[in-house]
């Protein structure tokens, strides 16, 4: 307990000193504030890889435009039809089955929902389709995602599903295993 106190005596000069100089005395401005004054990036990637037992994989790419974030994914190798395609929590694909990207990316904590719907998560992007080759395809402006703040999409999870997302079971659309996993990076602009 004496090392303790001797310890946080040394760091209280320290904090002090911190304090003081942070914002040369001002008041810091509201996070809306200074999102604006430090804009997040305008371009991010995801490269997504097949989970164990599957060979999906693809590119999709995240544009910062006047609309809201641009959304071009490209996944190849998946079954015909509709596939859950939604940003998870966690930028972690390290378990073979990627269940260690977490659930949707949700902040707010709503409900699962369809990408045109108000109430949803945010990772919520939907379905890519797939055409007889395999090949999906997915273009389309988001208004929910962001590049920085709360709702930043950098470092999380993409995960493409086995099945179609109903857009309406909680919390997962019910779109079943996962056959891609990657992690939002920065990219060039
Ligand atoms: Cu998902
Ligand atoms: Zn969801």
Known sequence: MKRLTALLSGLLPLGLIIGLNGCGGQEHPPGGQLEE????????????HPTEGNDAYGTVTFTETPDGVEV?????NLEPGLHGFHIHEYGDCSEPDATSAGGHF??????????DDLDRHVGDLGNIMADSTGHGHYEETDTHLTMSGVNSIIGRGVIVHEGEDDLTT????????????????????
Do not use: S
């Not at 004054?37 to 997504?48: E, I, N, R």
């Not at 949700?106 to 990408?115: L, V, Y």
């Open 72 to 76: 071009v994914a490209d996944v190849y």
């Open 170 to 189: 909680q919390p997962t659309g019910a779109a079943g295993a996962r056959v891609a996993c990657g992690v939002v990076g920065i990219d060039e602009d």
């Open 37 to 48: 004054v430090l804009p997040g990036p305008t371009k991010a990637v995801a490269v997504l």
């Open 106 to 115: 949700a902040p707010m904590n709503r409900e699962h929902g369809a990408p």
